[in-house]
């Protein structure tokens, strides 16, 4: 039985987003690991350098935004 292109192309999409929720998971991890180790100076430097670049959020870091994005059912792995 021939594959169904879409099927296929649903398929590749589920994995590719189950391995973006995987980093954004651990670049969350990663984030929070590197202010506990900076001073409140260099957390502010950081902060300016994101809102500089544009990158900046409801904080300096966008953890809010991380937060809400990964607390929604559909950034569960498998999920549609």
């Known amino acids: 039985m021939?594959?169904?292109p879409t099927e296929l192309e649903?398929?590749?999409l589920q994995a590719e987003k189950g391995l973006l929720i995987y980093e954004l998971r651990a670049a969350h991890h990663i984030i929070r690991n590197a202010l506990a180790?900076?001073?409140s100076e260099q957390q502010i430097a950081w902060?300016?350098?994101?809102?500089?670049?544009g990158v900046d959020g409801e904080g300096a870091t966008r953890a809010?935004?991380?937060d809400a994005l990964l607390a929604k059912p559909r950034m569960v792995v498998g999920s549609a």
């Open 2 to 4: 021939p594959i169904d």
């Open 10 to 12: 649903m398929a590749t």
């Open 37 to 39: 180790v900076m001073t």
């Open 47 to 53: 902060g300016e350098m994101n809102a500089r670049d």
């Open 64 to 66: 809010a935004e991380r």
